[in-house]
C-alpha cells in the first residue's frame, strides 16, 4: 500500500523556510490538515486553521469510527497524523500503532515492546505515556522504562533505539518528544523517586546523544552560563544551582522534566519547565533548591541556557513547573510582545517575554489560589518575580509532622500536565483546571535508589463551600483575567484544542468530549465515550473532510484509584479520596472516538 507522507515532509520544508521567513512563523506553524507534532505545531499552541466544523454545525457532530488501543489504564496522550497515517500509542507496555486513514483505523503496523514489568510501580502516577513525534521519516517514543526508540514510520521496524536513563533507580520515560529539524529532544520522570531531572537532545538520524542538560548541579552539569545565562535579566553566577541545596542533596533533588516542550525557531531556542525539588518534606531540604520549579529557555544546538525562572522557590506543595510552554505574539498596551505563556500547577498564569525572559503578567487563573497572595511583579524589588507566601499554607514552615489544611491548590495543581489551547482568531487561551485544596503533612524519610522518595501524607477535596472540582476556563494572557468559565463537577484533565471555527474542544473525567464556543464558553456538542479522558483532543482532515480525534481510558494522577485499583484516599497522594466518586461514572479501557460532520 502507498503511504503518503508528504504533508510531514511539507512541513519540514515549511519550518525551515520560515526561519528565513520569520516573523510571520507562527501563521504557519499552526496545525492544519496534518497533526504533525504533539501540540500540532512547536509552538504549543494547539490550534488549528482547519474551520469546516464551526460554532454554527458543531451541534451536528457524529462519530466516525472508533478503535480500540486494547490497554486499560490512563490514556494521557494524542494522536498524530501525517498525510493519510494516524499514528499513537498506548500507556505500558507503550503499544505503538499506525492507522490508514482512508480505511476507517485499519492498522498498518504494530510496534509491542518488551519492557521489564518492574518499571509499573516506579511510575509515580499511572503508567501513562504522552504520545509519540514524527520526523525524518520515523515516529519516535520514549517508553517506561527510558527506552527512547525510532520507527520506521512506513514499516514499524525499529531504526535505532537507546537507553536515556537507569529505571531501576526510579527514573521513567513518560513524556512525549518534540523534534525540531536533526534533533528530538526527551525529558524524563521521577520527582517522586529522587531522580535528578535532565532535558536531552539526541540526532534524528542514529539516536546519538548531542547534549544533555541537567535541572541542577554544577554549571558545567546544568549548561548554564555563568555571567551570560540571565534570571529575571539578570546574569547569574558560577554554580548558582549547588549553592542553593544544603550539601549533596542537589544530587537527588528531583526537577524531573515530563512535560511539554516548544521551540521558536527565530531564537533557536526551546522551551520546557521543571518539576518539584525531592523529597515533598521541605525541612530536608533548605533552600531555593535551584532549578526545580523553573521555565527553561536552551538554545536547541548546544542546551546552553539563554534564560530561566523559577517560579516556586523552595517547594513546599509539589507545585511541579512541568506545564506547556505556549508562544504567541499577541500585543500588551498596544505594543507587539513575543510572549511565552505558562499555566503552572501553583495556579498562577504567567505570561513573560520569551527573547529575554522578562515577567510581565502573573495572576491566579483560579480564584481559590491561597498558598501565596500575588507574585512580585515590580522589577526593581528584591523578591521580583517571588511568591507572597501565606504561612498558615505552606507545609513544614512550623516544623515536619505537622498538617497544615484546605491549602489550594492540591499538589496536582490548578492545573497539571493537561494542556491549553490558543486561538489566534479570538487571543484567548482554553485551560482546563482543577479546582481542589489538600492537607499536607510532610514527615522524615530516607533515599533509598529505586524507591519512593516523598515524605508527606496528603487529602485532597473541593474548595470549602464548592462541589465543583474542576473549571474549564477562557484566560486572557495580556492582561492576567478570566474571561469565562464553565464549571466541571471532576478536574477537566483532558487537553484542549482550538480551531480557525471558533469551536474549542476538551474531554472530561467522566468521558465527555466536549465542544463549546470559543467566545462565549457556550455547549455546542457534547458525547459520552467509552472511558474517562485524560488525553488531548487534535483535528486533521482527510480526504477534503475534517475530523476531530480524542483518546479515553481513564487513569493519570487523578484517575489512580480507578486505574490502579486503589481505596485508601490517602493512596495515590491523595487522589484517591478526591475522586472517589469517580466510579459511578466510568469505567477503565483505551479507546480512541473519531468524531465528523454527518456527510449529505
Ligand atoms: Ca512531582
Known amino acids: 500500500m502507498k503511504q503518503s507522507f508528504r504533508y510531514g515532509m511539507l512541513v519540514t520544508a515549511a519550518l525551515v523556510s520560515s526561519i528565513a521567513l520569520a516573523p510571520d512563523v507562527f501563521a504557519q506553524d499552526a496545525a492544519g490538515k496534518d497533526w504533525p507534532t504533539p501540540a500540532g505545531s512547536v509552538n504549543g499552541q494547539r490550534y488549528s486553521t482547519l474551520n469546516q466544523i464551526n460554532a454554527q454545525n458543531a451541534g451536528k457532530l457524529q462519530v466516525a469510527w472508533t478503535f480500540s488501543t486494547g490497554v486499560l489504564r490512563g490514556h494521557e ?36 515492546p518488551k519492557q521489564d514489568p518492574n518499571v509499573i510501580p516506579v511510575m509515580c502516577c499511572d503508567t501513562v505515556n504522552r504520545g509519540v513525534a514524527y520526523g525524518d521519516g520515523k515516529i519516535f517514543l520514549h517508553q517506561a ?4 526508540v525510532a520507527l520506521d514510520a512506513k514499516t514499524g ?13 526510579g527514573a521513567t520515560g513518560t513524556d512525549a518528544p518534540l523534534v525540531v529539524k536533526d534533533k528530538v529532544y526527551v525529558g524524563v520522570s521521577g520527582g517522586e523517586f529522587g531522580v535528578r531531572g535532565w532535558f536531552a537532545a539526541y540526532n534524528v538520524a542514529d539516536g546519538k546523544e548531542v547534549w544533555r542538560g541537567y535541572s541542577m548541579g554544577p554549571d558545567s552539569d546544568t549548561l548554564i552560563v555563568p555571567g551570560k545565562t540571565t534570571d529575571l535579566g539578570k546574569a547569574v553566577a558560577a554554580d548558582s544551582s549547588v549553592t542553593s541545596w544544603q550539601g549533596d542533596q542537589w544530587k537527588i ?59 516556586t522557590p523552595h517547594d513546599q506543595w509539589d507545585y511541579d513547573g512541568v506545564n506547556e510552554m505556549v508562544l504567541t505574539d499577541q500585543k500588551i498596551d498596544g505594543q507587539d510582545r513575543r510572549l511565552l505563556v505558562h499555566f503552572d500547577r501553583n495556579g498562577f498564569g504567567y505570561t513573560l517575554d520569551r527573547d529575554t525572559g522578562a515577567l510581565l503578567v502573573a495572576q491566579k487563573f483560579d480564584p481559590a489560589v491561597n498558598w501565596a497572595t500575588k507574585i512580585d511583579l515590580d522589577p ?21 509532622d505537622v498538617n497544615s489544611t484546605n491549602i489550594c491548590p492540591a499538589a496536582l495543581g490548578s492545573k497539571d500536565e493537561q494542556p491549553s489551547a490558543f486561538s489566534p482568531q479570538t487571543g484567548l487561551f482554553y485551560v ?30 473541593p474548595p470549602k463551600g464548592d462541589t465543583n472540582m474542576g473549571n474549564f476556563i477562557a484566560w486572557d494572557a495580556t492582561k492576567g483575567k478570566i474571561v469565562w468559565s464553565d464549571p466541571e463537577q471532576f478536574s477537566a484533565w483532558g487537553g484542549a484544542l482550538a480551531t480557525a471555527g471558533d469551536v474549542v474542544f476538551y474531554g472530561t473525567l467522566e468521558g465527555y468530549l466536549k465542544a463549546v464556543d470559543a467566545k462565549t464558553g457556550k455547549l455546542l456538542y457534547k458525547f459520552k465515550t467509552p472511558s474517562g479522558i ?15 480525534a480524542v483518546l479515553s481510558g481513564v487513569g493519570g494522577w487523578a484517575g489512580i484509584g480507578l486505574a490502579a485499583g486503589l481505596t485508601d484516599p490517602h493512596a495515590g497522594l491523595g487522589a484517591v479520596g478526591g475522586y472517589a466518586a469517580l466510579n459511578q461514572y466510568t469505567s477503565l479501557g483505551g479507546a480512541l472516538t473519531v468524531f465528523a460532520l454527518p456527510q449529505n
Open 157 to 169: 521496524k525499529v531504526a535505532w533505539s537507546v537507553k536515556t536513563a537507569d529505571s531501576s533507580k
Open 380 to 400: 526593581k524589588s528584591p523578591t521580583y518575580g517571588r511568591p507572597e507566601l501565606d504561612e498558615k499554607y505552606a507545609p513544614g514552615h512550623n516544623g515536619q
Open 534 to 548: 485524560i488525553g488531548n483532543v487534535m483535528t486533521y482532515e482527510h480526504d477534503g473532510r475534517q475530523f476531530v
Open 432 to 461: 482546563p483546571t482543577n479546582h481542589v485544596c489538600m492537607d499536607y503533612e510532610p514527615f522524615r524519610v530516607s533515599y533509598t535508589a529505586g524507591q519512593p522518595y516523598v515524605g508527606a501524607t496528603l487529602a485532597m477535596y
Open 77 to 112: 496522550g494524542q494522536p498524530l497524523v501525517v498525510g493519510d497515517t494516524m499514528f499513537l500509542d498506548t500507556p505500558f507496555p507503550n503499544t505503538v500503532f499506525a492507522l490508514d486513514l482512508a480505511h476507517d483505523g485499519k492498522i498498518l503496523w504494530k510496534y509491542e
Open 145 to 148: 522504562d527510558t527506552t527512547l
Open 253 to 311: 533533588g528531583g526537577g524531573a522534566t515530563w512535560g511539554w516542550k516548544s521551540y521558536d525557531p527565530k531564537t533557536n531556542l526551546i522551551f520546557y519547565g521543571s518539576g518539584n525539588p525531592s523529597t515533598w518534606n521541605p525541612s530536608q531540604r533548605p533552600g531555593d533548591n535551584k532549578y526545580s520549579m523553573t521555565i527553561w529557555a536552551r538554545d536547541a544546538d548546544t542546551g546552553a541556557v539563554k534564560w530561566l525562572y523559577q517560579m
